[in-house]
């Protein structure tokens, strides 16, 4: 046993280190590198280091092989002397930002690979840790928490409603070379926006931009299903197009307890189950705001609010409003899996893999005792699950397994 204990901490920086001397130069310069703050945290570092500026892509890359971080990151600020402390910094604009994380969506799949236990009583549970402890109430909990292709999957499916907002209603073009999206290297993806035109957006702005990405505040009347203006249809562009287009996914395959959870009430959802093939059709051929004969205002309101939270991305609000946000560099390490944050051509996003694609450390294996792990996929080989065992694995499956401090290295 090497005695470095669970994680194997001086393997795994060593392992970086290595990758780093041998293919940094993978890793590219941000636009306007010199404009940029970079960070960096260790393995094992309970601070950042921050306020750093390189001149080029040379002096990144020397301080990536000398130093091996867990986790890289730069700002999506420019300033004007970026490695100053924050109020000297000369803020001269932002990129607009935009991440996507699985562990901030709900999904059934929790309940198989994660875990929490209640750091007071020791209660243990499956999936999400509840808001408190069901045996003592308490609210401090330890949690595990993994993510497999189902995760990964969802993950990607709300980036490409992100981008279809973007591109479609903000007008941003992938072919301007102003649009690109990174998968995180963990559980999501990172979009930015680097158009000239939201570079000076202060925070309200970017609030405003996540709000319409959210979906937030669509209320039926004042999209065409009241009011004095015209219906809406499915052909219209912004939200009034999208509403329709919400409604009519949502009505199409709503089961009735889906309506019940909505609290409308049994008159209205009987109205709309037994009408649904004619709202169908009102929504999809016009005029939409006919609906209005098989559902009420209020109800509608309730329905609308459902619907468009499936065609919304869900976006982490806090590092799109930040104009000083530290973002990972792509085409790095990550820290907690050992996987590249990877830059990924959009128009390949829908058939993209991070399960093949950003696995960077292959060749060898390397025999490791695992604490517990679920069951995981890396490349196209399946491993574990595994309990309380030592099994000799490829270099990039065991190094994810340290990585999550699941396992530690054995010899």
Known sequence: MDG??????????????????????????PPEIRSREFAFLSFGGRSMQRHTAFDDIQQLHRRLADSAPAHVYYSSAYYEAPEAEMEWKGWMGADL??????????????????????????????????????RC?????????????????????????????II????????AGGLEVNFSGNRG???????????????LARREIVDYVMGIGIDPEHHGFG????????????????AVKALYDYVAHAAPEDLKRLDLGGAAARSILEG??????????????????????????????????????AIDTVVTTDVNRLIRLSNTLHGKTGWLAQT?????????????????????????????APRFRIGDELYGPYADERVELPLAAAVFLLCKGAARVER
């Open 344 to 372: 990924v051509a959009i128009d390949e996003l829908e058939d993209y893999d991070p399960q093949i694609s950003a696995v960077a450390l292959t060749g060898g294996t390397e025999t490791v005792h695992v604490r517990e």
């Open 168 to 175: 479609q209603d903000f007008g941003f073009s992938p072919a």
């Open 97 to 134: 930002v935009f991440d996507i994380d699985a562990d901030h969506i709900d999904s059934p799949c929790k309940a198989d690979h994660d875990r929490w236990r209640c750091r007071a009583c020791g209660e243990e549970g499956a999936g999400r840790a509840p808001e408190g402890c069901p």
């Open 4 to 29: 470095e204990g669970w994680g194997s901490i001086p393997f795994v920086a060593e392992t970086f280190r290595r990758y780093y001397q041998s293919r940094g130069e993978l890793v590219q310069a």
């Open 189 to 203: 993806y990172h979009v930015h926006v680097r158009s000239p035109d939201v570079r000076g957006l202060d925070q």
């Open 227 to 242: 009011g004095r203006a015209g219906s809406p249809t499915m052909a219209e562009g912004g939200w009034r197009g999208r």
């Open 276 to 313: 649904r093939g004619e709202i169908l059709r009102l929504l999809r051929e016009g005029p939409a705001r006919g609906v209005l004969k098989h559902i009420r205002p209020k109800p509608l309101g309730r329905l609308m609010e459902a619907a468009v939270k499936e065609q919304a991305s």
């Open 137 to 165: 109430g308490k609210a401090a909990f330890d949690e595990e928490t993994w993510f497999c292709e189902r995760c990964l999957e969802l993950a990607k499916f709300e980036a490409n409603k992100l981008l279809d907002i």
